[in-house]
Nanobody, 127 residues
Framework: QVQLVESGGGSVQAGRSLRLSCVFS????????MAWFRQAPGKEREGVAS????????YYADSVKGRFTISQDNAKNTMYLEMNSLKPEDTAMYCC????????????????????WGQGTQVTVSS
C-alpha cells in the first residue's frame, strides 16, 4: 500500500525558509514522478515542483523558480521541498504526490497525472 506523509509546514514571516518532507513507502516500479502541489483557499491546486525518478530531472513553476528546490533521498525514502525567500502568496496547503510516466521530463505537473497523494501540510507566510 502506497503511503505519503508530509511534514515540516508551519507559520513563518516573509523572507524566511521552510523545508517540507514527504516520507513515502510502498511505491511500485511504475511510479516515475514525484511532485509537490499546493492549494490556497479559493484557488485551484497548483503543481509547484516535480522530480523524475529516472534521472532526477526537475521542474519548477515560474512562481517558485529560484526560491524552491525539490530533492529526494532514496535511501531515506524521503522527498524534500526547500523553500527560501517565502512570500505571503506562498501560503497554502502543500501536498506531495506520486505518479506514473505520462510525458518525458520536464513538464508541469498536473493533478490528474498523479495517482497517490499525501494528506498535506499547511504553510502560512505572514508579511
Amino acid at each position: 500500500q502506497v503511503q505519503l506523509v508530509e511534514s515540516g509546514g508551519g507559520s513563518v514571516q516573509a523572507g524566511r525558509s521552510l523545508r517540507l518532507s514527504c516520507v513515502f513507502s510502498g511505491l511500485t516500479s511504475n511510479i516515475a514522478y514525484m511532485a509537490w502541489f499546493r492549494q490556497a483557499p479559493g484557488k485551484e491546486r497548483e503543481g509547484v515542483a516535480s522530480i523524475y525518478k529516472g534521472d532526477g530531472t526537475t521542474y519548477y513553476a515560474d512562481s517558485v523558480k529560484g526560491r524552491f528546490t525539490i530533492s529526494q533521498d532514496n535511501a531515506k525514502n524521503t522527498m524534500y521541498l526547500e523553500m527560501n525567500s517565502l512570500k505571503p502568496e506562498d501560503t497554502a496547503m502543500y501536498c506531495c504526490a506520486a505518479g506514473p510516466m505520462r510525458w518525458p521530463p520536464p513538464y508541469r505537473p498536473h493533478p490528474s497525472d498523479y495517482t497517490h497523494w499525501g494528506q498535506g501540510t499547511q504553510v502560512t507566510v505572514s508579511s
